[in-house]
């Protein structure tokens, strides 16, 4: 499985910015799909995850309600729709595939088995 991420960028805050993380491999609607994130400094950390069919969504508490995260089996492609943008939340976002667990949405980066390369956000204040 290869993910690419991409559509990072430059936003000022209040800002909106929408990720794209494309799949290849014809068994993507049979992953579970998460974004994650890491600051300058810090540890990477659990962003939203969504179930195989689109159906359910997990969310830290960070984002509730400013970011969206949903997929396009068809297009083997899942999103992360950023909006309210604060500076709090720059960082390189990841995208990350848990192949194994079914129907759990999991937190934990060590779930996910396979990751995107990475695109960067920054938000200016």
């Known amino acids: 499985v290869q993910l690419q991420a991409s559509g990072g960028g430059l936003v000022q805050t209040g800002g909106s910015l929408r990720l794209s993380c494309a799949a290849s491999?014809?068994?993507?609607?049979?992953?579970?799909m998460g974004w994650f994130r890491q600051a300058p400094g810090k540890e990477r950390e659990f962003v939203a995850a969504?179930?195989?069919?689109?159906?359910?969504?997990y969310y830290t508490d960070a984002v509730k309600g400013r970011f969206t995260i949903s997929r396009d089996n068809a297009k083997n492609t899942v999103y992360l729709q950023m909006d309210s943008l604060k500076p709090e939340d720059t960082g390189i976002y990841y995208c990350?595939?848990?192949?194994?667990?079914?129907?759990?949405?999991?937190?934990?980066?060590?779930?996910?088995?396979?990751w995107g390369q990475g695109t960067l956000v920054t938000v200016s204040s």
């Open positions: 491999g014809r068994t993507f609607s049979s992953y579970v």
């Open positions: 969504l179930s195989r069919s689109g159906g359910r969504t």
């Open positions: 990350g595939a848990d192949i194994n667990t079914g129907t759990v949405l999991s937190s934990s980066p060590g779930r996910y088995d396979y």
